[in-house]
Structures are given as C-alpha cells and as structure tokens.
C-alpha cells in the first residue's frame, strides 16, 4: 500500500500511520521532498493537490499554556481571538516551536493530529469537514496521507469551529 518517493526510499511506519491501521482507517500515503518553510503551498504543488484540501496541524495553547491542536486549511490561518470566543478561552496563541515539537512528538513541519505524545483537545475548521478527502501530516516532514476528514472527529474528537481567515 505504501507508495515510493522519488528517491525509492520505502515511507516507514510512524505513530500516526500505526494508529490509522490499528483503526482500520482507510488512507493513501503521499511522500514529497520537504522544503523548510515550504508549508502548505509547497506540498500541495508538489502532490497536485488544492492547497485548500491540505489541512495544517497547528500546535497551539491557551492562557495557561494548555496545549491545543487546531486543524486548518492551508490556505487559511487561524484567527486566535474566534477560536479563543468559542473554547472559552481567554486568548490562544502558537506554540513555540521547541514546545509545539515536545507536546506532539512531532518535528515541526511534520506534526500529525494522529498518534501525538500528549493527548490534547483537537478543533477542526468546521467547512474542512465538508470535503471529501484531505491531505494532512502522516507524521512526518515530507508525508501527507489522504483520508475523510469525518476520521478526525471520529479518532481525535475534533471539535468543529469557526476561525479561519484568508491567508
């Protein structure tokens, strides 16, 4: 089922591939060359794919530092004072790289929603829940898997919000 990378280098198993399996989820594996600050539009040139369809994995934390993940377009970001409103949060921010990386067990630039160190609430931009498919971080920097977005409130409870801005 694992596809090649060009450099026919096999994409080994990471705890967000383990946990789709062990759940019997169906999903396909898209390796590309990671590019450092490359994001979202990289990846989704380099898969041709709708960036929209690419959803982030941010790592972010509340006023008392309390981790939280927030699922994302990639072509939007996150408007911390409507996502703040409706958790009932005072103010949510990014993580730190060094903290996001600690809280997940993921690289930064390679962070799943699935599989994570920490067990954290997870929130989804509600309109990502009305694609078909989505290509999100298999867990790994240069690894995207495709899967229904439903599976995330299906395997992580994702709560369904409304923050996304433009980019």
Do not use: W
Not at 10 to 19: D, I, K, R
Not at 27 to 53: I, K, N, R
Not at 105 to 125: D, M
Request: charged residues 20%.
């Amino acid at each position: 089922m694992a596809k090649k990378d060009g450099k026919g280098a096999h994409v080994s198993e990471t705890p967000a591939t383990q946990l789709l399996k062990a759940h019997k989820v169906a999903f396909t594996e898209h390796p590309y060359d990671y590019v450092e600050h490359g994001g979202t539009a990289h990846s989704a040139a380099s898969l041709g794919l709708d960036e929209h369809t690419v959803v982030k994995t941010l790592v972010m934390q509340d006023q008392d530092a309390k981790p939280l993940i927030v699922l994302m377009h990639g072509d939007c970001k996150v408007s911390t004072k409507n996502l703040a409103r409706q958790i009932g949060a005072k103010s949510v921010e990014p993580c730190k790289p060094e903290v996001a990386n600690r809280h997940s067990g993921y690289l930064v630039g390679g962070t799943s929603p699935f599989g994570t160190r920490k067990t954290v609430p997870v929130y989804i931009e509600a309109s990502v829940l009305e694609l078909p498919r989505i290509a999100i971080n298999g867990g790994r920097r240069g690894f995207l898997v495709q899967i229904d977005p439903q599976v995330c409130v299906q395997l992580l409870g994702a709560t369904p919000v409304h923050c996304a801005l433009a980019e």
